[in-house]
């Protein structure tokens, strides 16, 4: 149904028929025809194609995983007017102020690293531990509440 209509250069249809593609509804999952048909339709300026192709390429799903090249959909994709792609914007900005910069990282490791004849040096104390544990809070992993202890909390009784 949506193929004649794509086929046509139907912008809506060539959406359509990359999202059953990408969800493999009704056909074969196959996202290189997902991006094919995304293509196409963004081509005719279908926010909905910019933002997919967006995620494709941040996601790596039959495009090249590229954060630069999935920003740049997003930004298309908002300027046709997709609510989505300011949302992820919004997110992605947040995500890169919360990174952790070179310096910071290279601050953490001096610290852990222990220093010729000095075999205590990876000795932290309760702050450059909490410093270690806001870092890896902020590369959205999990270390647990900033309170500079290791391991297991004991169990308030």
Do not use: C
């Not at 290189?32 to 995620?55: R, V």
């Amino acid at each position: 149904m949506y193929r004649k209509a794509a086929d046509k250069g139907h912008a809506r249809a060539q959406h359509n028929l990359g999202t059953l593609y990408a969800q493999g509804k009704g056909t074969a999952k196959s996202y290189k025809d997902a991006a094919y048909w995304f293509k196409k339709g963004s081509e005719n300026g279908l926010a909905d194609s910019l933002y997919s192709l967006g995620l494709m390429h941040k996601h790596g799903l039959g495009l090249p995983k590229n954060a630069k090249i999935a920003t740049a959909y997003y930004n298309k994709a908002l300027a046709a007017g997709s609510a989505e792609a300011a949302q992820k914007l919004k997110q992605t900005k947040f995500a890169a102020n919360r990174s952790p910069t070179q310096t910071e990282i290279a601050k953490v490791v001096k610290k852990t690293r222990p220093a010729a004849g000095n075999p205590k040096a990876t000795d932290l104390n309760k702050a450059e531990i909490a410093d270690i544990q806001k870092l890896l809070a902020r590369l959205d992993l999990t270390p647990g509440s900033s309170d500079g202890v290791i391991g297991k909390k004991p169990s308030k009784r």
